[in-house]
């Protein structure tokens, strides 16, 4: 059951809004991708860079905004940043070039660097121990419902043509007057100094949790942001020619898994510590990836999506409630933010690495690396991460 009175807390129901905001910026537009590729005259490869210059920007500007978050309060930061999000969104409706798109796409991701790293944040302020967790797990199925509309509503829109997404980032200005009139989130009281800040970072950073954690984070969006969101439009178009709007429930289908599966992961936790179920995450990544490869029929799409969307419905939960239990109030804001940086990170490499995949040997190659990273992430984490990390388990 749902705790209903934490659910529809005030404060977390205005972070919801804050966290669907920020997911919109790459989950809305993947459907559109082959009529984008199609208006431009695009190698399917090229259209991977829509998701890489968005994501540029966070690599450098998620630490800085979430160490400013920290010192000078989140909707100090946070507000400019769903403004610019929203305008950047509303130029890239106006480019009259790829090129053009891309710089616009760019502006847009100033904006999108520090939105959802401090929704995740302003969840770690407000609520506390047991409460923190089940209110991350439902800002987790947010997200999942998010990802699971927007693939839908992008390709419905891109249905009347390819700059129709674009106008979804518009938006966000609800959440700035939601965060303006709404929203209480506690003072942080920063008498230190920012060489102590980076203490309590380089602290956080000796904790193997951590760099693990890290580490998964960068993998899952270098396979879910190259592999799966860049590709497999593409993958389901050229083999059965289907509709954008097909593409976009298709992808909703996925996410709608990983909803469900973030909503009941509680019941693993019982019996699985949060390490080995991150472990089995990537062997599932790895077993949808393999299956595409084979599908010969459109009914068959289905069990590789529910593979995979079970993996992501463990996977992520796991990692940021995490990262928010072994933070503390002043630094959770940055500890979060270099898990941001390090989400795009993994979404800048995705596209890149797999568009060369895609350059060696085509669609069918692009799933086969996919499946090799997924197993290798796995190999990796049994050798050098052990389930004793977590001792409370």
Known sequence: MINENLFFNKNLLIIYSITFTGIMGVASITPAFPQIANHFNLELDETGLLISIFTIPGIVFTPILGIMADRFGRKTILIP???????????????????????????????????????????????????TVKAMGYNAVIIAIGTTLYPAIGAALASIDWYYPFYLPLLGIASVILVLIYLDNPNIDREDNLSNCFLEVKTALKDKRTVQLFFSTMITFILLDGAFLTYFPFLIHQKFEISANSIGLFMAYMAMITALVSYNLKNLLESNSESRLIKISYILYALALLIFLTINEVSLIYAPLTIFGVAHGINMPIIISTLSTIS??????????LNGTVIRIGQTLGPLIFGWFFIIGKLSFVFLGGTIISLATYLILVIFYKDKLYPNN
Do not use: W
């Open 328 to 337: 503390t109030l002043n630094n959770r804001g940055v500890i979060l933010s």
């Open 81 to 131: 940043a769903l403004l610019l999000f929203a305008q950047g969104g509303l130029l890239c409706v106006y480019a009259n070039s790829f090129n053009q798109l891309l710089i616009y796409r760019f502006i847009q991701g100033i904006g999108a660097a520090a939105i959802g790293t401090i929704s995740l944040t302003l969840i770690g302020d407000v609520f506390a121990d047991v409460e």
